[in-house]
């Protein structure tokens, strides 16, 4: 054992030695309970940042732990590889996708080995290959002839002058981030999972994700957004049409006064007269470029413009002026909103606004409402007024009233409307995965045989970022001939959403090399569902969600018996850095400030706020340079160390310079005791060893409690600290090398699952053989853990006035007489009778006097 801790070395000879035994290869054929344990896994962007370090060292320490802990631990890595960047490293660097892609892969492989994170790597697979994704398109061409895949007109993000699709966070401020040219709607037919036919499911089974935040399935239900209430038809004044409502306040019906439309509406031209058209047009093309999240928050500006038209309620009769607003969108509801000013406040903001007519329908109980002295909308529950036949009925009790006289009347419907909307999964891109449709102009669309499975993207393409997607332009790809009849046919030229290939890659991991169809039963039966998922929060309800659909679909197809993906989920919080900035070079990155002052040119830097690191603002750590500096190590402890999983961490230099000096201490510790344990002498029970003891199998039990299943790993440290303070505090190691050395051992064995590397070479110094990894996880034993003492607090009629230490045997006998033994107890009950004596056994004894 060397003198020095040297991390660089260490960690490089058991990175080998852990490759080279196959130490993290698992199979089904265990006798040991299985675990799954999985990290979102990565876009190969071609540099892991702190992030990834971040929550691959949490999940790493679970795996580890949960392998100590006797279970066979699933731990697999891949490769989320198709996207966008690839393609826009292709149009700007001129670089084939599949070659940055494969490239991004090899270094960020490199960068996760260097970690020590304890992958099965031979479960590894990217995305884009071929072998992964001839399965999707199977998948897809079972869900096409279950008619859970179809194809119907969208509307997209269009960029004019680039000709392509853009997704929406490619549209900056209603223009394309590649041209800056206006972006515009257009109709395209896309395809579609209809993802809508499992949202009770998705809604009721959230109730039984108990391992899931309760913020994740917040918003999960949010999203899917299940809403109870009526469909009511407006009639259009001298017209034919209808313009069609979903409200769940058909208890306000009576006081619609007018109506909002979405400028996404399809009546939203039809409806406008020709004197309004040049102001609607404007309005319409200014709203859409507009941010659609924006547009419905509360504090965003409404607005909108009076189309020309009304439209009728169809129980009072009142004419109705037909708008377009601002806070209507197509993609709830009907994009259509009957508008209640002196009930909702967005529309009595509106209404006051545009001074529109108001009608109380609903009087507070106790308050008569005036619609011209109103301050803003009554909300709340009352009494129904201007109602008709429902006048005098609480609103509550009117709403199931009134939907049934809309159903009677044939002016509407109870029904019930979701927020959630078909999955669209058509791109018009490259770098993705074909889907398998042929259009034949006899045939019409006829899927891709599965014996001709899988469509394979073609690697001769040009990328110039016109046109729109490259496979439209390349005519050996999409012409083909029919499968049915023969004859000439087109082969479809868009690609999957990348959501896609994420939706079901962890039922994969359980059998990568399976060639016999998308799922092998027995594997995944064994291996599945994940027992611990970890990724960030943004994924709550587009990868979350869309995952476990696919897992439904998937059962529904018989490929497995499970009715969700992830048993639990932990969502880790971001790490963050204060951004430098100077007044001449604007953000700098931390190599380019040197005390306190601009490499480039010498100005003060100023110090902004703490944000989540990101390459735009500067503020980012290059991980490879803080492993070779201080170790792997150091970096994960660090990461682990500073906060909880689930909350933000803060970078802070002086606290990795601490972790490192910390191992550097558990390294000094073991060395200068290593002639200790070749006698290794058994743990002795009494004196000082007693107390060492005692702090040794605490730490073991409050290590294993907040590691399994809490993830408070600041906390387990911060206690395995404590411990090594204890013992450098140890002054008798001559008389109790025992109680020495299992201390010790108790630190190099709580670490592990957080350094690795370190306690890997300790355990080796200490004369064992064999991997750490294999030595299982500590047991605390309750006896040693007891306290010799206890302090006993001593009431007198309920108040404190003493207290006193006593035995940790001590019998209730025992302390009743220790309380009125007490010196103080006996000033205070002098002259006094005693009545009686309550004791709360190893807590308090109370001396009730008269």
Not at 194 to 207: F, G, H, P, S, V
Not at 435 to 445: N, R, T, V
Not at 705 to 733: C, P, Q, S, W
Request: aromatic share 12%.
């Amino acid at each position: 054992m060397e003198e020095r801790y040297n991390p660089a070395a260490i960690e490089q000879s058991w990175q080998r030695r852990w490759e080279e035994t196959k130490q993290f290869r698992v199979t089904e054929t265990s006798d040991k309970p299985k675990y799954y344990l999985l990290e979102m896994f990565p876009y190969p962007s071609g540099r892991i940042h702190m992030g990834h370090v971040r929550n691959y060292s949490i999940g790493d320490v679970v795996a580890r732990f949960k392998r100590l802990q006797g279970f066979n631990v699933l731990h697999p890595m891949g490769w989320d590889a198709f996207g966008m960047p690839a393609e826009n490293a292709a149009i700007q660097h001129g670089i084939h996708p599949a070659k940055w892609t494969v490239e991004n892969i090899a270094n960020m492989r490199v960068q996760l080995k260097k970690m020590g994170l304890s992958y099965d790597w031979q479960r590894e697979f990217a995305t884009c290959n071929a072998d992964y994704y001839r399965w999707e398109q199977k998948i897809f061409l079972q869900m096409y002839e279950q008619g859970m895949a179809y194809k119907k007109n969208s509307t997209v993000n269009w960029c004019p002058a680039c000709q392509t699709v853009l997704a929406n966070e490619q549209v900056e401020e209603g223009c394309c981030w590649r041209c800056n040219s206006e972006v515009v709607d257009k109709e395209l037919e896309q395809w579609f999972f209809r993802i809508t036919k499992y949202a009770d499911e998705l809604l009721n089974y959230t109730e039984k994700l108990t391992g899931w935040p309760d913020s994740v399935l917040t918003m999960q239900r949010n999203w899917i957004g299940r809403s109870t209430g009526c469909e009511i038809s407006f009639p259009v004044e001298n017209s034919d049409q209808f313009i069609r409502v979903f409200t769940t306040r058909q208890d306000t019906l009576y006081g619609a006064t007018f109506m909002s439309l979405a400028p996404e509406h399809p009546l939203a031209q039809a409806l406008t007269t020709a004197d309004r058209r040049e102001e609607v047009d404007a309005f319409i093309a200014r709203i859409k470029a507009q941010d659609k999240t924006k547009r419905t928050s509360e504090d965003f500006e409404k607005e909108g413009v009076f189309t020309g038209s009304y439209c009728v309620n169809p129980v009072t009769g009142r004419q109705m002026p037909v708008f377009l607003a601002n806070f209507v969108l197509m993609d709830y509801g009907t994009g259509a909103v009957m508008a209640v000013p002196t009930h909702d406040q967005r529309d009595f903001d509106f209404a006051r606004k545009y001074d529109l007519p108001l009608v109380v329908v609903i009087q507070p109980q106790g308050e008569t409402l005036d619609p011209a002295s109103m301050a803003e909308a009554w909300t709340g529950p009352g009494q129904m007024v201007n109602s008709a036949p429902f006048d005098g009925l609480n609103n509550e009790d009117a709403k199931e009233k009134i939907a049934d006289y809309l159903t009677e009347q044939k002016i509407g419907q109870k029904t019930i409307n979701y927020r959630l909307r078909d999955w669209g999964v058509s791109r018009q891109r490259y770098w993705g995965t074909p889907i398998p449709i042929i259009y034949c102009d006899c045939c019409g669309a006829v899927p891709v045989p599965e014996k001709d499975l899988p469509v394979l993207l073609p690697t001769d393409v040009k990328f110039t970022g016109e046109g729109g997607s490259p496979l439209a332009q390349h005519a050996s790809f999409y012409e083909t001939t029919c499968p049915k009849c023969g004859a000439k046919a087109r082969r479809e030229t868009d690609t999957f959403d990348t959501f896609v290939e994420s939706s079901w890659y962890f039922a994969r991991y359980a059998c990568p090399d399976y060639t016999d169809g998308p799922l092998d039963r027995n594997a995944v039966e064994y291996w599945m569902p994940v027992d611990q998922y970890i990724g960030g929060v943004e994924h709550a309800v587009m990868h979350l969600l869309y995952a476990r659909f696919f897992t439904k679909v998937m059962r529904d197809l018989g490929y497995m018996r499970i009715d969700e993906p992830f048993t639990n989920l932990l969502t880790q919080g971001m790490v963050c850095k204060e951004t430098q900035s100077c007044p001449q070079h604007g953000w700098l990155y931390p190599e380019q400030v040197k005390d306190g002052c601009c490499t480039k040119c010498g100005q003060q830097v100023v110090i902004g706020r703490t944000e989540k690191m990101s390459k735009s603002k500067m503020n980012v750590v290059d991980p490879d340079h803080l492993i070779a500096q201080y170790g792997a190590d150091t970096a994960r402890l660090f990461s682990l160390f500073a906060a909880p999983p689930e909350k933000d961490l803060e970078w802070n230099e002086q606290s990795v310079e601490g972790c490192y000096r910390f191992l550097n201490r558990v390294w000094r510790a073991v060395y200068e005791n290593r002639a200790l344990f070749g006698a290794r002498p058994q743990p002795e029970n009494d004196g000082a060893a007693r107390s060492l003891r005692r702090i040794s199998h605490r730490t073991i039990y409050k290590v294993t409690h907040d590691v399994d299943g809490r993830f408070h790993f600041n906390t387990a440290i911060a206690a395995i600290m404590e411990l090594v303070n204890a013992i450098y505090a140890f002054e008798e190691k001559e008389s109790y090398p025992g109680a020495l050395c299992e201390a010790l051992e108790t630190v190099v064995r709580l670490l592990a699952p957080f350094v690795p590397h370190i306690c890997e070479e300790l355990w080796a110094g200490m004369g064992h053989s064999g991997s750490l990894d294999n030595a299982g996880w500590p047991q605390w034993d309750e006896e040693t853990m007891a306290d010799d003492e206890k302090l006993i607090v001593i009431q007198v009629n309920g108040k404190v006035r003493s207290k006193v230490t006593v035995a940790a045997t001590a019998t209730q006998k025992d302390l009743e007489m220790a309380a009125l033994n007490d010196e103080t107890i006996q000033r205070f009950v002098e002259g006094k009778a005693v009545r009686k004596v309550i004791v709360v056994p190893g807590k308090l004894v109370n001396v009730v006097v008269a």
